[in-house]
């Protein structure tokens, strides 16, 4: 990620987002802990009011197809200022239903599933959009900008289904140079997901599209899947906007879609979290490093009000684990929503996670600075194995090897082990 390139810079054309899971308590268990996901929407909203910009979501806007009182509560008080904005969506596996709940909340936005949506060739950038949207995500898909047509399905459970589903939506679309068009799904996809849980798979997707978006990772990546015929498209994971659980990624942004297929991003505020690794330490130096954390939480800046108070996720060795969870509340006492986690719990919840999610790396920073930066980077997010990885395939990309292997082995070394 850098400054906005200029070759970057087209007209921009849709919000891109997903995941919104909209429920009042995301943590169901968490009765304190409420108001992610209205802030989230918020924000997104807010943006699109601001700069004219239609939003554009891929799924699972509601965490039900029941959503409790409250949600709708909150979701119909946001009418008033959804009303100011445009946008289309699908329907996720978490929110699918007849009709969709979101067409009580924005009744003149287009459900992708009864038909396409048009995004025209964007506008002249309004002022004060490049302030926010200030860092480059994906170069361009053309050499100029062209008139983007949306279409899309609601989540389908079975592969065949999918299959026969995309093959038939590819026959009713018409190629045009001048057009882009663009697919949006809510489906398990390699390389995000599980081969084995995987709907959608490479040679499925139609020809005639330049761009897939897919909800259902909360993570923003961007990755390539094959056509039919072999062509390579983008593939965009909006990610989710809010927390939902403590092993997440906590950075979360979405897109700017531009008319010639570039995508620019902004991060949005989610509440923050602070990972703290306990294990094989004694009392005397658990005590120590939760002061340490409590110091550095005092003197974070405030965020939002709905989000104001941080989540602690403490890992700690299975023998000490209520001991450490007493220490933590002694310090912490009502300043921060604490989860504690055993070892070999928190090894079995980030098993798998995606390298993508340390995508804001400093590649640069890291090879100038070395194992002080690596360590300022394990700090901030969850102490895992997947970090190690991340680093090594980053720097393997450099020309200086031997650089690489002297603080790839240094970095091992120091790796605190979870």
Request: aromatic share 6%.
């Amino acid at each position: 990620m850098g400054l906005l390139k200029r070759e970057t810079v087209s007209r921009p054309i849709a919000l891109i987002a997903g995941d919104l899971h909209m429920m009042h308590h995301a943590w169901v268990d968490r009765k304190t802990l409420f108001g992610d996901a209205e802030y989230g929407l918020w924000q997104i909203a807010y943006l699109s009011g601001k700069f004219g910009l239609p939003i554009l979501l891929a799924g699972d806007q509601f965490n039900s197809t029941s959503p409790d009182l409250s949600t709708l509560g909150t979701m119909i008080r946001m009418q008033g200022f959804l009303a100011e904005t445009n946008g289309c969506y699908i329907q996720g596996n978490h929110d699918k239903t007849s009709p969709p709940w979101m067409k009580l909340v924005v009744r003149h936005w287009t459900h992708l599933e009864e038909g396409p949506a048009d995004l025209g060739t964007g506008e002249k950038p309004p002022d004060g959009l490049w302030d926010i949207f200030r860092t480059s995500g994906e170069g361009p898909l053309f050499d100029r900008d062209k008139r983007w047509h949306v279409y899309g399905l609601d989540y389908l459970l079975s592969q065949e289904l999918l299959a026969d589903r995309l093959s038939a939506l590819g026959k009713t679309i018409r190629t045009d140079p001048k057009v882009a068009n663009l697919l949006v799904l809510h489906q398990e996809v390699p390389p995000w997901t599980p081969a084995f849980t995987c709907q959608l798979l490479d040679g499925m997707v139609p020809d005639c599209f330049d761009m897939l978006v897919v909800g259902h990772v909360h993570d923003a990546q961007v990755a390539t899947i094959r056509s039919r015929r072999g062509r390579p498209i983008r593939m965009v994971s909006p990610g989710g906007v809010h927390l939902l659980d403590v092993t997440e990624n906590p950075r979360k942004k979405i897109w700017l879609l531009q008319a010639n297929g570039s995508l620019l991003s902004v991060p949005l505020q989610s509440r923050n979290r602070r990972t703290i690794n306990l294990c094989g330490l004694t009392e005397s130096e658990r005590k120590k490093k939760i002061k340490e954390l409590c110091t550095t939480l005092s003197k974070t800046v405030s965020r939002s009000k709905a989000i104001d108070t941080p989540i602690v996720y403490a890992v700690c060795d299975n023998a000490s684990a209520v001991e450490t969870r007493k220490m933590l509340l002694a310090e912490l006492g009502d300043t921060a929503h604490l989860f504690v986690s055993r070892k070999a719990e928190h090894e079995k919840a980030v098993q798998g996670i995606d390298a993508a999610r340390l995508e804001d790396i400093d590649v640069r920073r890291y090879l100038e600075d070395g194992f002080v930066y690596a360590q300022k980077v394990i700090q901030e997010h969850e102490p895992d194995k997947a970090v190690q990885r991340i680093i090594g395939s980053l720097l393997a990309s450099e020309i200086n090897p031997a650089l690489y292997h002297s603080l790839k082995t240094e970095f091992q070394e120091k790796q605190p082990h979870v």
